[in-house]
């Protein structure tokens, strides 16, 4: 009984603390579905870099192969950006509160951010370290090295493939970071591979192999950061949304009845979600009230037909004062009636 009051409070606080604007459950199902989803790729993500590190590690250390714990190393990055987005896909559904009106959705383009510059900083450093064996003495790795990289490039191949697919389907910027960080992975373990399990074949060439395989895999690390890096930053200053995603909800809103045109038309994407602000032209004789009830239908039609919509906000303008066909404005101040 006490665990029911307990329950039933929360409930009610958290009603009236959110300003989340009311949705139909169709709609509310498929949203939460976009965060499950998200989730289940980020932890699945996480659990195979764990078992990743602990093989490339432990073949790097047995074998001597520098390119190999360079590898284990970029793993250990994976692990702390999964848990990264991990974490943000539970912040950014947190609802909206009086000091955060427009919610928390930034949380995981943040996340996606972070984890660029996580992938591009750690790749440098590599880099310099692997530069300065060079001047020390080289040898020659094992070949079971070559045979611990290609595995785990085959794994992280298939993990790359499963959250990319899930990323195209939630249009989710940390969750597409994540699968190119495990695309880098796959493509840098496929190199060390092949560059191990030839060196000992290239007889004086061989001791290079290993760093040069390193150096290789921080340059397409670097790359592929900075290349995050600028895709999440847009996202980040509110760039304009992918023009599929726009045309879609001008023809959602052209849909209601009383709407004759749309005017105007801004979307941006804040985490797997979109926020809308939408001018559409009515019929200018109407009544105030008759405007702002077609106001109403507009948003709760886009709500409904659209569960990725977090929020939108309607102006009403009048059709003859459309682009196409301006009205001339009256002068505000008439000329004086003359004696």
Known sequence: MLLHCVFVFLQTRGDCLSIT?????????????????????????????????????????????????????????DVASSMAVRGALGMAQVEE??????GHTKAESIAGLSVSLLITFSAGLL?????????????VPGTAAGVI????????EGIYRYT?????????????????????????SGLVAV??????YLGDWGRYVDPIAALCLCGALIYTGARMFFATAAELMDQQADKETVQQIRSTAESV????????????????????????????????????????????????????????????????????????REQDDPEPLSN
């Not at 990289?149 to 992280?156: E, H, L, N, S, Y």
Request: charged share 25%.
């Open 21 to 77: 604007p009311p949705r139909d459950e169709a709609s509310v199902a498929v949203r939460e579905r976009l965060y499950v989803d998200a989730t289940r790729a980020a932890v699945r993500g996480l659990s195979v870099n764990l078992v990743l590190v602990l093989t490339k590690l432990t073949g790097g250390i047995v074998t001597g192969s520098a390119a190999l714990i360079a590898d284990a190393v970029n793993s250990i990055g």
């Open 127 to 139: 880099a310099l370290e692997t530069v300065k064996r060079f001047g020390a003495e080289l040898h």
């Open 149 to 156: 990289a290609g595995t785990c490039a085959v794994v992280k």
């Open 97 to 102: 509160d009086e000091d955060h009106p427009y």
């Open 195 to 200: 560059s191990l399990l030839a060196a000992p």
């Open 164 to 188: 990319m697919r899930v990323a195209k389907r939630l249009n989710s910027s940390s969750l597409t970071a994540v699968a190119w960080d495990h695309r880098s992975d796959a493509l840098g």
């Open 257 to 328: 009845a009383e709407v004759k045109a749309v005017e105007k038309l801004r979307v941006r994407k804040s985490g797997l979600e979109f926020f809308i602000e939408i001018h559409v032209q009515v019929d200018g004789m109407i009544t105030v009230d008759a405007g702002h009830r077609i106001a109403h239908q507009v948003k709760d039609h886009l709500l409904v037909h659209l569960p990725r919509v977090r929020d939108v906000h309607v102006h009403i303008e009048p059709y003859a004062c459309s682009s196409t066909t301006p009205c001339e």
